[in-house]
């Protein structure tokens, strides 16, 4: 089952925000977030709030696109309440679940009332995910006819019995596939894909990387398999059926990843996340050392800068002037909610200044952008000779005021943020 939503105060039914929401809107971006929580299957490692036809409880994917755009409506009218400045998204991003399982109208007909409700800044990047096996080129040129500029595949692997263990149902070959038809529709093109699964090789995953490599992807992310409570593969583990994910053995897949990546001439932005220099042709490779800039995912980037965002559906989060909630998890819930007129939100937290600091530190961190040293407090700055000394931060660029991981650091983030937040 899904994880619990976070423990917090409860969020009031008109969805009204605290006035301190508004202060300093003007410079931040603003993104929307569509959650779209349908699968045909559940995947047995996978704990996002997502739903098979038989676990839906009366709720209908017919009905969903309506609901989501009535909760943008009653977002603007939220925003306007609290003072907030009107800015257009800058990003939009559907995710889930699988978007692309709904009709390619009812995902236009999605964007369209983001457009309508709040506007997209000129040059906006919208993406959503797909399965390689949940679009063909048809949808693909309906996506980017209604303002779609990105999607983003959910590859995992190029390797039969690796793909059996995730309990993933495409078939490797029609990755080469989708990836022409969106790059015909005009679609920039990202490839996801996890290391580290019970069973996969050294080699294996070799194989993989190199199979998205030859798409020529304009963006590539690597995730570490994170063996959540709750999920069929944590109680395969626990049953002893499949092994426990090596450690090293992922740190090794991590560092050969970027290794072929960087050898293609892609460059980490973020600690799990490489981008292709804008301007290269599709097919062609890029120059290695030359800027990834333009490809980089702008609407995770503004989650990791600490950004606003209003994230609609079930179960998405929304962050805006340091005032974060979620809204309930089920889909039959959620359309109860917002057929009644109300908010959706379950709940909420407003960041004291304390948290707000350390969740810079945590997230500036992991991208190559890097963190202020200016940022911390004079007692954790003592740390950085220590962080460089030991080869987990860039000595170069801390000299230009900057903490930047090295390759070593990306495997250790985690224990350089202790590190900075313990002194």
Known sequence: MPSALPLAD????DGTLPASAAIGAA????GVYVHVPFCRVRCGYCDFNTYTSDELRGAKR????????????????????????????????????TPTMLPVTDLAAMLAAVRDTWGLAEG????????????DADYLLALAAAGFTRVSFGM?????????????????????????????????????????TPGESLEDWRASLEHA?????????AYSLIVEDGTKLARQIRRGEVAQPDEDLQADMYELADELLEASGYGWYEVSNWSRPAGV???????????????????????????????VGPGAHSHVGGVRWWNVKHPAAYAERILAGNSPAAGRETLDEETRRVERVLLRTRIRDGLAVSELPAPARTAVAGLIGDGLVDGAAALRGTIRLTLRGRLLADAVVRRLLDE
């Open 27 to 30: 410079e931040r971006n603003f």
């Open 10 to 13: 409860p969020a009031p039914l």
């Open 281 to 311: 042709a599709d097919g062609a490779l890029p120059t290695v050392g030359a800027s990834a800039a333009d490809q980089r995912s702008r609407h995770n980037l503004a989650y990791w800068q600490g950004h606003d965002w209003w994230g």
């Open 213 to 221: 490599l030859a798409q020529h992807p304009d963006h590539l992310s």
């Open 62 to 97: 017919t009905d969903y696109a309506g609901q989501a755009i009535a909760e943008m409506a009653l977002g603007r009218q939220i925003l306007e309440r609290a003072g907030l400045p009107p800015r257009p998204a800058s990003t939009v991003f559907f995710g889930g679940g």
């Open 124 to 135: 906006a990047e919208v993406t959503t995910e797909a399965n390689p096996d949940s679009v």
């Open 156 to 196: 995992q692997s190029a390797v039969p019995h690796v793909l059996a263990t995730l309990e993933r149902t495409h078939d490797p070959e029609r990755v080469p596939l989708v990836v022409e038809w969106a790059r015909a529709a005009g679609l920039s093109v990202s490839l996801d894909l996890i290391y580290g």
